[in-house]
């Protein structure tokens, strides 16, 4: 019973720095606070696709810190502008290589929740779910909760 406890006590949320992220960060807060769990903050860097003469070139050997460092500080700033400086729950921020949907998967293993923003700061701003989003649903080994924007409001919503 322990066991089971302590999984539901972990709740891990993807955070781009778009608004359905940010909607989905205070959503993963509150059910924290419930719940007297911690919440994984984590956000995704990969390489960015370089194109040129030969087809996709290699980024340089000093990208890869670049490219961390620059989404350490991005996911940072976001928490603390979504949350203040003492949010309700104890939040961790984690930032890893990878595509968001790989990323946010691999965290879901051993957590209770997944929680996802619907759309977030790709390129379709049409669709109603974004791939990310749709992928975590179709695929998470616990359960998801997609938080929306109510664009007429602002205020999120799960859906």
Known sequence: MDD????ADRVVVGVDGSPSSRQALRWAVRQATLTGGTVRALTAWDYPQYHGALGWL????G???ALEARAREDLTRCVEETLGARPPAEVRTEVQYGTPASVLLRAARDASLLVVGSRGLGGFAGL???SVAQHCAQHAACPVVVVREDTATGIGDAD
């Open 4 to 7: 089971q406890h302590g999984a």
């Open 58 to 61: 290699p980024p340089s050997s």
């Open 63 to 65: 990208d890869e810190d």
């Open 128 to 130: 109603l779910l974004g």
